[in-house]
């Protein structure tokens, strides 16, 4: 055999080798997995929006690659590499840091995304939490209400990354909870869906366990606003130390709602997601309402116009009513037009209602109408 046809043979050999390989996008190997039907043996399993098993509930327990994992899977493969990972050696993962390495999968830049669709529509971004770039929490210290240098983070230098909220094995999770992120670049617009989000109890690092996503989960890391401070340093929100009884405190799935006026609820509480009147708390305040504080997430979300109270009484109004109708911002009159909170909006401070550089009186008038300021 010539020299030149046993190098093409060789070279022939080395790549059909490193094809069969599986690939860092994949979650099991595509030869051997012995995943069992309807969980993750194909491509639909890490990406299908819906999960077929619960199908009618609502509830999108399904995540793919982040769980399940047992004796006969090959999941652990997608992100870790034993003998080639990067040269950083960081958790034997394919990429120098844990962002790069989510990016694998999770790259927004291209506008499919929750980081990088605002700029790719050609507007600016107001706030972000900003991944591998920053230490330093907002309202994280309890004594002062200011700013906290946080040494739990895991990303790089000690900077906030992606698997300080998020768990990447799908362990140690929030309930699944109602979200306004409805879209999918494969599937479109979706119906109202329920998920845990990868959002762990105890975000940051944080010591104290929080079974469900609202104000509390928040504070784990912004302690300085916690309500409950024998110092006020921020507009009261409602949490595990202001109101004790769990079963019925405010959560980002069950809020008091407008229930009087055009484009109001038919139930008086319920799940902020998909429904502007979540952010309008008439006034005198309902009976639902009586005893309660706003969470954070009803100034603090994807940036909308959410409508405005009744200047009588406050306690109707007209709700700017929640549309979708394009892919990650691609629809212009979409309101709100993206859903990237927490990590993306274009308002200031991540404010439902601000321009990218302040907010005005409007966001304070949708709790408090004009007659009812002293």
Known sequence: MSFART??????????????????????????????????????????????????????????VHGGYTVATSKCEACHSVHRASASGVLLLPAATIKATCNTCHDGTAGGGVYGTITSRSLAVGAEHSIEATNVVPGGSANTGGSLI????????????????????????????????????????????????LLKQRPGGTTTATAVYGSDWCISCHQGRDSGLSTTHNHPVESASTYADAATRFNYGNVARLSAGAEASTTPTGPLATFNGGYLMPFPRTAQQTGHRPICQQCHEDTRAVGTLSAATGASGTVNPFMQNGIDGSATGDNPRFTNFPHETVGYRMLVEATTASYTDDLCLNCHPGQQLP
Do not use: K
């Not at 077929?52 to 995540?63: F, L």
């Not at 998020?166 to 869906?193: C, D, I, K, Y």
């Open 150 to 197: 946080a040494t739990t983070f895991s990303g790089s230098g000690s900077t906030m990354t992606c698997t300080d909220c998020h768990s990447p094995h799908g362990s140690s999770m929030v309930a699944p909870f109602p979200g306004e992120r409805q879209r999918s670049a494969a599937f479109g617009l979706l119906s109202l869906q329920s998920s845990s989000r």
């Open 7 to 64: 190098r093409m043979l060789v070279i022939g050999c080395l790549a059909a080798a490193i094809l069969a390989l599986p690939g860092v996008a994949f979650a099991y190997n595509e030869t051997t997995s012995t995943i069992p039907a309807r969980t993750e043996a194909n491509c639909i399993g890490c990406h299908d929006p819906w999960d077929s098993s619960v199908t009618g509930t609502g509830v999108n327990v399904r995540i793919g």
